[in-house]
């Protein structure tokens, strides 16, 4: 086991003097979890059939809400991954949970982290739950990964369980920066588009409306809508008063981006535009898929892991959709025929993979493959909306200049027509 991400040398050694001394212990170790793992999945088997959700997952919201504090930056989900998965590593090899905890406070880069494991080492010391502990920061920790923490602790296979969710984490952390890549050249163009109006406007215009003002000619309406913009944007006034307009602009757009009736029309466009429709699927479905594969397979109920894989989603249409499944399970229906009905959103392959899982009892092994399969298309459609829209800014951007040249030109060519 290596420990290069640990740089103080004295944590180092102290560290790997541990995993050589845990190494006698191992075969028994594994052996004691070899027969701890048939029991969980006899266990699991039974509560993949349970409509109830546990008490101990309905309680975790109204526990968090009396563990309000002081908001901590969250760090992000690969910083979060990488902590998660050094912890798993450390407990893996015999490492008792209190030193791992106070090896990863006195190592991690990240300022948030190193103060929640410090917190969380003193919490264990004086008998608390890591579960406990991670709780207390909401904006660190989602539900996600306190039922994840939670069920391995109750398990006794914490190790194995936060294994599971740093892997979960790096899998989020993917699609979330495939489709941000997806979205960056766009944007950086578009931006590039807008730069380059105002310096021609400023600077460029101005020269041929002093050359045709000399001339006397009168100015075609598109050079004269140009020459207006050019002036308008060169007078201070116009700055002044410009400029709060546009906060007071961007503060109302903002409050109206977050109203339910503008946020379900937005979702509900991203799923009938052409060029958005595939990439917004597929991630949905591979976010989803790979939550509730985890969650259920760790041994949360399938109630509480739909429930928090749905805010997974970041979509209301499929979000209604996780709430009809839920509903279903609760009459003692089948989730494949709610996926049935929604044919216009949700593949058929989906359905039948995950009626497949149903039928058979094996869902968390059927949802974790069709995890792997949607991933790798959001990849493929993150590659194919991105070879569409370089070409595409490049004739906007081609059109913008294009057109300026052409209004700018248009009088001297009037000219030279008159004098021949």
Known sequence: MEYSFISDPALRAKLEKASKLSIGKTETINEEKLSKNQLIATENSIKKRRTKPNKQFENLKSKRKKNKRKRLKPPSTKTLAVATKQLSSMIRTGLPLLEALNILSESSDDKTLKAVFKEASIGISRGATLQEILEKHPDVFD????????????AGLLPEVLDREAKLLESLSKIK??????????IAIFVLTVIVIIVMLVFVIPVFTDMYSSSGTKLPA???????????????????KSIPALIVGFIL????????KFINWKDSMLLKLPITKDLVTKSCLANFSRTLSSLNSAGVP????????????????FQRIADKMNTEIQAGQPIYKVLALEVKVIPIMFT????????TGELSEMVDK??????????????????????LMIV???????????AMYLPMFNMMSTVG
Do not use: C, H, W
Not at 253 to 260: D, E, I, L, P
Not at 396 to 406: E, G, N, Q
């Open 143 to 154: 539900d996600m990964y306190l039922a994840l923490v939670s069920a391995g602790e109750t």
């Open 177 to 186: 920066g495939q489709i941000q890549s997806a979205l960056t050249y766009p």
């Open 222 to 240: 598109l050079t004269q809508f140009l020459v207006d913009a050019s002036n308008l944007i060169k007078d201070p006034s116009f700055l002044i």
């Open 253 to 260: 757009a903002k409050r109206q981006m977050k109203t339910n």
């Open 302 to 317: 399938i109630l509480e892991a739909l429930m928090i894989s749905k805010r997974t989603l970041g979509n209301r249409v």
């Open 352 to 359: 039948s993979m995950f009626r497949i899982g149903e039928e």
């Open 370 to 391: 069709l995890a792997d399969f949607y991933e790798d298309e959001v990849s493929t459609s993150v590659k194919s909306l991105t070879s569409v829209l370089e070409p």
């Open 396 to 406: 906007f951007v081609a059109i913008v200049v294009a057109f300026i040249l052409v």
